[in-house]
C-alpha cells in the first residue's frame, strides 16, 4: 500500500525556520506530484506547495519567497523548508500524492495522505 510519513514538525518563535519531511513508499515516486497542506482548527484544509514534474512548484500566496518545495527522488522524500515563520503559520502539516493534479493545490486531487505533523509558531 502506499504510504507517507511526515516529519519534521516543532514548535519554533516567529522568525524561525523548519524542515518538513515526507517519506514515501510503495509507489513509483518520480511519477506523482507531490504537495504539502496544513489545516489548523476550526479551518479547512489548506494548500501550501505542490510539485509536479513538468509544471515546477505552486505555493500559496500566503507562503511565497518563505517556503520552498523539493524532492529527493533517490531517497523518495518530498520536503517543505520553511523560513521566517509567522504565528500564523501554526497549523498540523499533511503531505500529499497524487498521479496528477490540475488544481495543484485543491486537496481533493490527491488520493493520498500522511498522517500529519505538528507546527507550532509563536509570538
Known amino acids: 500500500a502506499v504510504q507517507l510519513v511526515e516529519s519534521g514538525g516543532d514548535s519554533v518563535q516567529a522568525g524561525g525556520s523548519l524542515r518538513l519531511s515526507c517519506a514515501a513508499s510503495?509507489?513509483?515516486?518520480?511519477?506523482?506530484?507531490m504537495a504539502w497542506f496544513r489545516q489548523a482548527p476550526g479551518e479547512e484544509r489548506e494548500g501550501v506547495a505542490a510539485f509536479d514534474n513538468d509544471e515546477g512548484a505552486t505555493y500559496a500566496d500566503s507562503v511565497k519567497g518563505r517556503f520552498t518545495i523539493t524532492k529527493d527522488k533517490a531517497k523518495k522524500i518530498a520536503f517543505l523548508q520553511m523560513n521566517s515563520l509567522k504565528p500564523e503559520d501554526t497549523a498540523m502539516y499533511y503531505c500529499?500524492?497524487?498521479?496528477?493534479?490540475?488544481?495543484?493545490?485543491?486537496?481533493?486531487?490527491?488520493?493520498?495522505w500522511g498522517q500529519g505533523t505538528q507546527v507550532n509558531v509563536s509570538s
Open positions: 500529499a500524492a497524487t498521479s496528477y493534479a490540475e488544481w495543484p493545490l485543491d486537496p481533493d486531487e490527491y488520493n493520498y
Open positions: 510503495g509507489y513509483t515516486f518520480d511519477s506523482y506530484v
